[in-house]
C-alpha cells in the first residue's frame, strides 16, 4: 500500500533497515504537486527527500569550491565555476540581467588581479626575507636562547627553506625573527 501519493510517483516504506530515507521512490524520478496559481509544479525527488539521485552539476561545483585546503578561501576558480552554474541553470523564461552579468565578470576580472597581486606581494616578502639572511652572513647577532636568556654569535651561514630563512650561528640554527640585535663583527 502506498504511504505518500501527490498526483505522480508513489512512494512506500523503504524495507531495507540500512536506507537512510524513509521512503523509496517506486516510479518516477520527480515529485508533481498542485501549487497555488500553477497545477503542475514538479520537483526532483532528490529536493523533498524522496530516493537519491546524483548529484547535480551545480552540487559538483559547489562540492569541489568547498573541498580545498582552506574551506573559507574563495579563488577565481571557484568564482569562474559559480558563474557558468548560475548562467547554466538559469531560468530560460528570465534570463539573466546583462547589468548583472556585467558586474558579475568585472567581479570575476577583480578577483583574479588581487589574486595576482597577493602571489606577487608574498614573492617579494620571501626575496626580502633571503636579502636579509644573506645580508647576516659574517655579522654578530643577539637572538634569544632556548631558555629565554639573550644569545649572541656570529652567523656563518644561511639556509632557505618554504617556511623561513634560517640562520646557523656557531651549531645553533636561528631564525630570521628571533634575531633581536645585529652588530659589525670586529675581527
Known amino acids: ?20 530515507s524513509r521512503y523509496r ?52 576558480d571557484m568564482f569562474l565555476k559559480l558563474l557558468v552554474a548560475q548562467l547554466r541553470y538559469q531560468d530560460p523564461t528570465k534570463p539573466a540581467d546583462a547589468t548583472q552579468f556585467l558586474a558579475q565578470t568585472a567581479q570575476f576580472t577583480q578577483v583574479e588581479k588581487l589574486d595576482d597581486v597577493s602571489s606577487s606581494l608574498q614573492s617579494m616578502v620571501i626575496s626580502q626575507q633571503i636579502l636579509q639572511a644573506s645580508g647576516l652572513v659574517g655579522r654578530t647577532i643577539t637572538y634569544a636562547g632556548a631558555d629565554g636568556k639573550d644569545v649572541t654569535g656570529v652567523v656563518t651561514s644561511a639556509t632557505f627553506t618554504a617556511s623561513a630563512p634560517t640562520l646557523h650561528v656557531g651549531d645553533k640554527d636561528v631564525l630570521l625573527a628571533d634575531v633581536k640585535q645585529v652588530r659589525d663583527t670586529h675581527s
Open 25 to 76: 521512490a517506486t516510479a518516477r524520478t520527480s515529485w508533481t504537486s498542485p501549487c497555488e496559481g500553477d497545477p503542475h509544479v514538479t520537483t526532483p525527488l532528490s529536493q523533498v527527500g524522496l530516493g537519491t539521485s546524483a548529484p547535480t552539476p551545480i552540487t559538483q561545483a559547489l562540492g569541489a569550491a568547498a573541498s580545498t585546503t582552506d574551506k573559507t578561501k574563495m579563488d577565481k
Open 1 to 20: 500500500m502506498p504511504a505518500a501519493t501527490a498526483n505522480g510517483p508513489t512512494a512506500e516504506p523503504a524495507r531495507n533497515p540500512g536506507s537512510r
